[in-house]
T-cell receptor
């Protein structure tokens, strides 16, 4: 699979502030999945983006797939302490839809 | 009960010992995976299996082997453990015919420490 670069590596915010993590690739991605891992937990699937320019929302979370399908972002509006965790993007452009290559993740901490 | 179960959850062992991490699932998925997680490095694929007769190396398979004993069981072995194999190991399953397609369902993880 190809490399997906995820930034920032860490982000600390005050509760109520917004948060964004970015996933970038030098080549075109087939689709992007996003996962959340709570401290001490296991990764849990959030969403999959497939189409160029796609935007999906889940309550305070907004997921975008770039027009060129080379980048994606996850934006959280008005963070809460329950948002704490590591957010991973994962690419399945390695010729198969079933072998994901994960970014290194963004660790979000929220100060109450 | 968890759909994807890993045993043991924690193991401390010594350099040179053989270790087996086991994974079983009740989701009925054909595809199973072993990932390794290290701080700051994300999740890296060790091995994956699309069915009982199919085993494939991932990006970091050296020093590891796997066995797919049945559709529901996928074991990861370290024949001779070394300290840099200290990590958190995750088993995962997927079935693109259901849900979002390709979504991975992870086990709770097995934390391995090699002294």
């Amino acid at each position: 699979g190809q490399q997906v670069m995820q930034i920032p590596q860490y982000q600390h915010v005050q509760e109520g502030e917004d948060f964004t993590t970015y996933c970038n690739s030098s080549t075109t991605l087939s689709n992007i999945q996003w996962y959340k891992q709570r401290p001490g937990g296991h990764p849990v699937f959030l969403i999959q983006l497939v189409k160029s320019g796609e935007v999906k929302k889940q309550k305070r979370l907004t997921f975008q797939f770039g027009e060129a399908k080379k980048n994606s972002s996850l934006h959280i509006t008005a963070t809460q302490t329950t948002d704490v965790g590591t957010y991973f993007c994962a690419d399945s452009s390695g010729g198969s839809n079933y072998k994901l290559t994960f970014g290194k993740g963004t660790l979000l901490t929220v100060n109450p | 009960d968890a759909d994807v179960t890993q045993t043991p959850r924690n193991r401390i062992t010594k350099t040179g010992k053989r270790i087996m991490l086991e994974c079983s699932q009740t989701k009925g998925h054909d595809r199973m995976y072993w990932y390794r997680q290290d701080p700051g490095l994300g999740l890296r694929l060790i091995y994956y299996s699309f069915d009982v007769k199919d085993i494939n190396k991932g990006e970091i398979s050296d020093g590891y082997s796997v066995s797919r004993q049945a559709q529901a069981k996928f074991s990861l072995s370290l024949e001779s453990a070394i300290p840099n194999q200290t990590a958190l190991y995750f088993c995962a399953t997927s079935d693109p015919g259901q849900g979002a397609g390709g979504e991975l369902f992870f086990g709770e993880g097995s934390r391995l420490t090699v002294l």
